[in-house]
């Protein structure tokens, strides 16, 4: 399925247009994602590992859940469809937390320039791990660590859980957040 995006200028403003993932990736075109963070009473996260075929940092440890805002879709309808897809889960749009937008520019080894503003998301967890169904084509594993084991594996740069190492600064973000609910 070929995917489109609406194409944003740096500052944030829509461009009019939109493109093809693949040439927004390659051209280094601006467009908008959501970050669903998931968290549990207990006060734990959770993450999911990205698969093995991934493009960009396969098998490495990422945000609960994760994905591109097609042209013409609302974020929330974004969040809703990529927490379906990723996780199994069906959620209500009234209980995503709006904590922030970020703007990210990434470039990769294999030509992928990633220029994204991130529309980053809390959600309670109120299910068990066990509930959850992954998307096995893009998911290889989700897990679930307390904010303190957050904070030690970003500080610390553990390569016993491999965190996706793109910003370090907004796990920092998260976690400052996430201990002040």
Known sequence: MEEYLDIYTETGEPAGYSRLKDEAHKEGLFHRTVHIWFYTNNKEVLFQKRGANKETFPNYWDVSVAGHVMAGETLEEA???EVEE????TINPSTLQKIDVR???NKHPNGIVDCEFQNVFFCVLDVSLNDLKKQDEEV????????DEFEFYTVNRNESFK??????SYYSFVINKLKKL
């Open 79 to 81: 969040a809703l469809r």
């Open 86 to 89: 990723e996780i199994g889960l």
């Open 103 to 105: 703007k990210s520019v």
């Open 140 to 147: 290889d594993g989700l897990c679930l660590l307390s904010v």
């Open 163 to 168: 965190l996706v190492p793109a910003d370090y």
